[in-house]
């Protein structure tokens, strides 16, 4: 029967000893990383099986601000931990060197990756809106408001274009296309005045 070594797969047959713990943590790492990715290309699985298994709580929504020991730092710890030590192993250095070595790299890129995902969360908008912004803007009647009734208007907030409901001031219609200013709010409701 053949026999099946993951190390010999990926070209490190010959390790042993301190190398073996090295290795280990990479290929751990490495696997981990390349899972994780994948699942997270197919749809967002990740989170869900991940969370199963493991029992962790993967928390992949825009507002997860880093934590030291979140899913994604851990496997980048493995990950260069084990590179790093292997490196400084396979170029002569000894256990030590290597051990002090594979730590500050997996650091590096534990810290390295909290940022970066401090990042992602920096780079996210809040879309809401609050209607006291809205008053004073001018804009344009988009739906005829009728005399009395309620119709809906566009205006300009934080600069964007936005459709709010809304209602004469003086309780008169406004037609579709005329210019409009607001000039208070009511409930959800925009009160504007032909301008």
Same mark, same amino acid.
């Given at each position: 029967?053949?026999?099946?070594? %993951?190390?010999? !797969?990926?070209?490190?047959?010959?390790?042993?000893?301190?190398?073996? %713990?090295?290795?280990?943590? *990479?290929?751990?790492?490495?696997?981990?990383?390349? !899972?994780?990715?994948?699942? %997270?290309? $197919?749809?967002?699985?990740?989170?869900?099986?991940?969370? #199963?298994?493991?029992?962790?709580?993967?928390?992949?929504?825009?507002?997860?601000?880093? @934590?030291?020991?979140?899913?994604?730092?851990?496997?980048?710890?493995?990950?260069?931990?084990?590179?790093?030590?292997?490196?400084?192993? @396979?170029?002569?250095? #000894?256990?030590?060197?290597?051990?002090?070595?594979?730590?500050? *790299?997996?650091?590096?890129?534990?810290?390295?990756?909290? @940022?970066?995902?401090?990042?992602?969360?920096? !780079?996210?908008?809040? #879309?809401?809106?609050?209607?006291?912004?809205?008053?004073? =803007?001018?804009?344009?009647?988009?739906? +005829?408001? =009728?005399? /009395?009734?309620?119709?809906?208007?566009?205006?300009?907030?934080?600069?964007?274009? +936005?459709?709010?409901?809304? @209602? =004469?001031?003086?309780?008169?219609?406004?037609?579709? #296309?005329?210019?409009?200013?607001?000039? /208070? $709010?009511?409930?959800?409701?925009?009160?504007?005045? +032909?301008?």
């Amino acid at each position: 029967m053949v026999e099946f070594s %993951l190390f010999e !797969l990926v070209g490190l047959g010959d390790v042993s000893g301190i190398d073996m %713990l090295f290795a280990s943590s *990479a290929l751990i790492g490495g696997i981990l990383f390349v !899972l994780y990715f994948f699942l %997270l290309m $197919i749809g967002g699985i990740a989170t869900d099986i991940f969370d #199963g298994l493991f029992g962790i709580d993967v928390d992949m929504g825009a507002d997860a601000s880093f @934590k030291a020991l979140t899913f994604q730092g851990i496997m980048a710890f493995l990950m260069f931990f084990g590179l790093a030590g292997l490196y400084v192993t @396979k170029s002569g250095g #000894g256990a030590s060197p290597a051990i002090l070595a594979g730590a500050i *790299a997996g650091g590096a890129s534990m810290y390295f990756t909290g @940022k970066l995902f401090e990042l992602f969360v920096n !780079l996210q908008q809040d #879309g809401t809106v609050e209607l006291t912004e809205a008053i004073g =803007s001018k804009g344009q009647v988009y739906l +005829r408001i =009728s005399e /009395d009734g309620v119709g809906q208007v566009t205006v300009e907030v934080n600069e964007a274009q +936005r459709t709010f409901n809304a @209602k =004469s001031e003086d309780g008169a219609g406004i037609a579709t #296309g005329d210019f409009i200013e607001v000039v /208070d $709010i009511i409930g959800e409701v925009l009160v504007v005045k +032909r301008i």
